[in-house]
């Protein structure tokens, strides 16, 4: 019976949170076209000049893993100098905020108008935390599945359908040397962004009931900032950046090392959000 219930809260997740965030999906799909057509035009007017004063002009056309790359991109590791002026890398910043703008309401929404009712039927406050995580976890996949279909729609109409990085635009481009990167370590290095994603988005969720949506959406935003600053291995948001990666020219993120921190980051979460629901008042103080 627990089951079943515990069934019908999670579909009442999934569709009601569908419900509330559409519309912040058709600006993720809105986000990545933009990149798409950036890059598809930049990679038709790009020329550049090397050391004996030769101009070049990219002829490759981009692949699927050119554009995800992209997305991904980031910068490399910032060294503060008077001479070097910190960018901030707008678009990596931007796909992240999305991110947290799909995942940071719902939850704390639900808790305050259906926590009971929900409770109640379920008897288990654990079916409701982990139905929440789910929900998370379904969220982060459907925006990185977005993003895959643009850049799969874009390279088999203006590129080529592979994954592996094309050398010229991946050095030109994107900043990266991926002379010797194959399909299989770029799937790989795909997968850290992604993990990345879930691992701050169960954090989000989680401060969004200790605190409030709008403090945990500025924290995410803050600590995304902060790692785009500093490298350092307590801010992840690096891990999630292409230009960081230990597969590409001098990047210094360990993949595997990298996922196994985002894991238990994920899991540590997940048992705290339970313990927290078992002691937490079921009628808070509304917002």
């Keep these: 019976m627990r089951g079943r219930a515990f069934i019908k809260t999670l579909n009442h997740d999934l569709k009601l949170g569908f419900a509330e965030n559409y519309w912040?999906?058709?600006?993720?799909?809105?986000?990545?076209?933009?990149?798409?057509?950036?890059l598809y035009q930049y990679v038709q007017v790009f020329t550049a000049t090397i050391?004996?004063?030769?101009?070049?002009?990219?002829?490759?056309?981009?692949?699927?893993?050119?554009?995800?790359?992209?997305?991904?991109?980031?910068i490399k590791i910032y060294i503060?100098?008077?001479?070097?002026?910190?960018?901030?890398?707008l678009m990596w910043l931007g796909l992240q905020m999305l991110i947290a703008l799909i995942v940071g309401s719902y939850p704390?929404?639900?808790?305050?108008?259906?926590?009971?009712?929900v409770i109640t039927r379920t008897k288990s406050r654990l079916s409701w935390w982990v139905s929440k995580c789910i929900w998370v976890f379904c969220s982060v996949v459907a925006v990185y599945v977005l993003g895959l279909l643009v850049a799969l729609i874009f390279s088999a109409l203006f590129g080529k359908v592979s994954f592996v990085p094309g050398k010229d635009i991946s050095f030109w481009i994107n900043s990266i040397d991926a002379s010797k990167t194959t399909s299989g370590k770029f799937l790989l290095a795909l997968l850290l962004p992604f993990l990345v994603s879930l691992a701050l988005s169960l954090v989000q969720v989680?401060?969004?009931?200790?605190l409030q949506p709008i403090m945990s959406f500025l924290l995410t935003g803050a600590y995304?900032?902060?790692?785009?600053?500093?490298?350092?291995?307590?801010?992840i948001g690096s891990y999630s950046m292409f230009q960081r990666n230990a597969l590409f020219f001098n990047g210094r993120v360990d993949v595997?090392?990298?996922?196994?921190?985002?894991?238990?980051i994920g899991g540590i979460v997940i048992v705290a959000g339970s313990q927290y629901f078992q002691r937490v008042d079921l009628l808070p103080k509304k917002q």
């Design 224 to 235: 995304f900032l902060s790692s785009a600053y500093y490298f350092n291995p307590f801010l």
């Design 256 to 264: 595997r090392i990298a996922i196994i921190v985002c894991l238990i």
């Design 108 to 117: 704390s929404k639900d808790f305050y108008t259906n926590s009971v009712n």
């Design 24 to 38: 912040k999906y058709f600006i993720l799909l809105g986000y990545f076209l933009v990149l798409s057509v950036t």
């Design 206 to 210: 989680f401060l969004s009931f200790v």
């Design 51 to 74: 050391g004996d004063g030769t101009v070049i002009h990219i002829s490759a056309k981009a692949t699927t893993a050119d554009y995800l790359i992209y997305f991904y991109n980031g």
């Design 80 to 89: 503060p100098s008077s001479s070097d002026p910190f960018r901030v890398p």
